[in-house]
T-cell receptor
Framework: AQSVAQPEDQVNVAEGNPLTVKCTYS??????LFWYVQYPNRGLQFLLK??????LVKGSYGFEAEFNKSQTSFHLKKPSALVSDSALYFC???????????FGGGTRVLVKP | EAQVTQNPRYLITVTGKKLTVTCSQN?????MSWYRQDPGLGLRQIYY???????DKGDVPEGYKVSRKEKRNFPLILESPSPNQTSLYFC?????????????FGPGTRLLVL
């Protein structure tokens, strides 16, 4: 069975500081990995995905994530956080031959001015 | 505008009273899916559909039914709702299966079962 772990329920960071949201996964075979963001009272919005190729993936709103196969991780990063980045972030995985997308429990990010 | 719509957005009902949450997408997507979101558990997949008349169970299908008679619509049916189905529900769609394609999510339906 595939699974995703987001070990931090909440991450607090000061505006302008680097932001990292951690994600590790477990899946048989090659993974496809996704990050989604959820703002209050909204649906999920796609940020970025890793399918194949370069391990460093760049996405929307200045976010990027690095795929690390040996550590089975896909951490989300942003060099300089904004107050508007405060939201709930979800990591998700699907195996290359599968049809089911599995989400982590989510990490709430709070960026303070 | 490309979008996934859900109705209703908010619903309060009582145990045992059948209800349907509608989902519609205007992007000609083949793949559609239903999730429920509960605090600390993230999103869990209820059912998904690879195409018209093709549906399959996700991780938490008990107590739910779905149908896919048209490509654009994927309603979620609760035949006899129970309080443990109180949750936030999301419908999503993607072009050709969820493997490589980004899923587009609806705005959510908040359900309270008394």
């Amino acid at each position: 069975a595939q699974s995703v772990a987001q070990p931090e329920d909440q991450v607090n960071v000061a505006e302008g500081n680097p932001l990292t949201v951690k994600c590790t996964y477990s899946v048989s075979g090659n993974p496809y990995l996704f990050w989604y963001v959820q703002y209050p009272n909204r649906g999920l919005q796609f940020l970025l995905k890793y399918i194949t190729g370069d391990n460093l993936v760049k996405g929307s709103y200045g976010f990027e994530a690095e795929f690390n196969k040996s550590q089975t991780s896909f951490h989300l990063k942003k060099p300089s956080a904004l107050v508007s980045d405060s939201a709930l972030y979800f990591c998700a995985v699907i195996k290359a031959a599968g049809n089911k997308l599995t989400f982590g429990g989510g990490t709430r990010v709070l960026v303070k001015p | 505008e490309a979008q996934v719509t859900q109705n209703p957005r908010y619903l309060i009902t009582v145990t045992g009273k059948k209800l349907t949450v509608t989902c519609s997408q205007n992007m000609n997507h083949e793949y559609m899916s239903w999730y429920r979101q509960d605090p600390g558990l993230g999103l869990r997949q209820i059912y998904y559909s690879m195409n018209v008349e093709v549906t399959d169970k996700g991780d938490v299908p008990e107590g739910y039914k779905v149908s896919r008679k048209e490509k654009r619509n994927f309603p979620l049916i609760l035949e006899s709702p129970s309080p443990n189905q109180t949750s936030l529900y999301f419908c999503a769609s993607s072009l050709m299966g969820s493997r490589q394609e980004t899923q587009y999510f609806g705005p959510g339906t908040r359900l309270l079962v008394l």
